[in-house]
């Protein structure tokens, strides 16, 4: 298939089951504090060390008995049984309950020997050292089962997880004070002359009119991978030269995990970034993408480690990292994707897009008199930041459409919940 | 209302609208550098400092015209022009375009006085220093204008937008090299006599026989402050004691910006906490709430700053999070709910809830055959981990509703993808 320069355009998941199959490198695995571990992904499933509860216990405050003593018990037949202590929490029961007989036991206190359940304050009379049953109570009421919560050697904590608050509070429950995760280092490396670090500018509108513009896909790549639970390394901006991209992907590969390139890689000039990913013999080099906007996005295995190349246009890179990067990244730390928040609505305006190519366009999801209404902001041209700020969803166009009409119902991906339009 | 011994039970919503009433103080404002502030509130509206496009420019190479100069043309009667010179990217035109006359341009070239229009390299044949143009161009052909992207003046990103990676890399495109955001920091206390430390235990099991647990309630606030944004300061475990409560209190208010306990409000015995919050004469005191789990939670507001006493039973005091802390933290930044995940199914099994109580319903939601399954897990009792572990989802039942018949049609908040279990 001829398309745009490109030899050969590669569907989006083909490219990623593809890489998916030849990336074999493994990120390491660090052991944080459980405290610190917070939105990073466990590196091995982690198996409950003892049961919880680790003992029968009693659930409310009563009198530890044998159920089938209480069987026929009534308020006009109560059942007379004798008190032979009290058992608190955290004691060691010092008596056994035998027939006829009761231990007093406190909410959380372990169930003597020979007990099998609870009867109530409120469900006996006591009277000196005895106490009349005034309801039968059946095995195990008001007790909470050995290992009834957690059992010992159950997978509390699944490989891959992405860790979140609760994660982290069952963990510390158990006594984990550590938790080994894995640490995915990924460099980032933006390619092209025009390229400024915001650091070194003083004025901006000026650098524009000149031609240059800020590097701001290293803030947008940086920060996709933070939001993720992978660690950045930012490698600079690097010239428009196929020895010098091959020399910062070479150390990139000897040091990390995954390459994030920008830049570098796009229609109708030379492909520097992906001349210098093949200079490498890759395992797979995927050049274009039937994605759009993102058609010039690229990627390779190059000694099982992924080499994202993607272009520099800001929204194009940004629907690469989700299309390519995210996919691959959380496959290597055996992780499924994370649930995204969506939406209906009914589309304000016709969106064509070209077919065969899963096209991601920008909304701005709204709300009028109770419906929800979605809008496309520009594809292409100019409005490279303004989808950005005025986009708050994606609609994503699967390869078998073409588009949809206006007045159609889409199904919208959120990025920020939608605003309300009153009129 | 009597029940379960409170006096008066609140609504959830109702709690959150008359906090956020009185909750005057407003949290400092940091500046930090933008490639820092992800995850953060902005904490005022940024306004773009110039346009872009800072000028009117090419988006073509080709040849800059009079768009009426080209009016009529075709390749059997092409128009021709007078090519005056080149403009390059980053350089001042040198000349004006009149009539019967062209400029060279590259792409992102400024466009010279006097034209209006850019005829692709395509569509013009050129011979020495004229061309022949081979169809015409209309007024702002191949152009793009002046703020067509970002108007001065035009606000890019929001007060109390909560910073994505896109709206960084936006920053650092408009040269915002530091951003205001808010620095919100929030005390954590947690009460009880039977927790202790996870740093100082040796042996859980151990310890969970002698009636004490590790004081998980930190790591599950902590780790919700920072995953919404918000910086935790951790200030111990504080003993039953409404006098040893109210000095944290005190100490919390002076120093930070709201303050969230757990445990020391519970049925059924003495409120420690929300004794020692009457004793600071509170604007708002709301003791006990009509949710589930989580009828134990109360709020305050103190010297206009929340105070939030979430129960010591670890899903009670996430729910309350949810419920409680959220949406009045939000508020004091100028931030919305986030949108969040949801997915519809089929319910397993009869969930029976309280009326005039919104519920929070754990449930295990699984795909079979293609249709979606929402399983209700423990409501109550001993399942205080495994709910956590084995839950992806919750299922809230509104306050006007006791419950959802098996087989009933549910949406459910998300909190992992749902596992596939295919028989």
């Known amino acids: 298939m001829a398309y745009g320069g490109f030899r050969e355009l590669t569907p989006v998941d083909e490219a990623v089951d593809r890489a998916r199959a030849l990336v074999r490198h493994r990120p390491p695995i660090v052991e944080v504090p459980v405290g610190d ?5 466990v590196a091995e499933d982690v198996v409950a060390p003892f049961d919880i509860p680790p003992f029968n216990r009693s659930v409310v405050d009563g009198y530890a008995v044998r159920s ?35 231990v007093e036991v406190s909410t959380g206190a372990p169930l003597p020997p020979g007990a099998d359940a609870v009867v109530m304050y409120e469900k006996a009379r006591r009277i000196g050292d005895v106490i009349e049953v005034l309801e039968p109570v059946p095995p195990l009421g008001n007790v909470s089962r050995v290992g009834e919560d957690v059992r010992r050697g159950e997978v509390v904590v699944r490989r891959g997880t992405r ?5 982290v509070a069952v963990l510390a429950s158990l006594g984990f004070k550590r938790v080994r995760v894995y640490d995915v280092r990924v460099a980032v490396a933006c390619i092209g002359g025009e390229l400024v ?9 000026s650098l524009f009119k000149r031609g240059f513009i800020v590097n701001s896909n290293r803030y947008s790549m940086e920060g996709l991978l933070r939001y993720h639970g992978f660690t950045p390394v930012y490698m ?3 010239r428009d030269d196929v020895e010098a991209i091959r020399a910062v992907l070479e150390e990139a590969l000897e040091k990390y995990d995954a390459v994030i390139t920008t830049g570098g890689a796009s229609v109708g000039r030379i492909d520097y970034t992906v001349e210098a990913a093949r200079s490498l013999n890759p395992e797979l080099l995927v050049h274009g993408i039937l994605m759009r906007p993102g058609r010039a996005n690229s990627l390779a295995v190059v000694r099982g480690k992924p080499v994202f190349m993607l272009s520099g246009f800001p929204v194009a890179s940004i ?4 299309a390519l990067v995210k996919p691959i990244l959380l496959h290597m730390v055996g992780a499924g994707e994370e649930p995204k928040p969506r939406i209906k609505g009914i589309l304000t305006r016709r969106v064509t897009t070209p077919v065969n190519t899963r096209s991601y366009v920008r909304v701005k999801v709204y709300t009028r008199e109770g419906r929800v209404f979605v809008e496309p902001l520009a594809l292409t041209g100019s409005g490279i930041l303004s989808t950005l700020i005025k986009g708050n969803g994606i ?4 390869e078998n459409r073409e588009g949809f009409d206006e007045g159609e119902e889409v199904e919208v991906v959120l990025l920020r919940s939608p605003a309300s339009i009153e009129p």
């Open 163 to 167: 860790l979140m608050p609760w994660d």
């Open 197 to 205: 670090e915001l650091d070194s500018v003083d004025d901006v509108e």
């Open 395 to 398: 609609l994503i166009v699967p």
């Open 68 to 102: 089938r003593d209480t069987f026929g018990a009534s308020p006009s037949n109560p059942i007379v049984l004798k008190v032979k202590g009290f058992v608190g929490v955290g004691e060691t029961p010092a008596y056994g309950v035998g027939e006829g007989e009761a």
């Open 236 to 238: 600079g901006i690097v």
């Open 37 to 41: 571990a917070l939105g990073r992904y």
């Open 319 to 322: 629907m690469g990292f989700e």
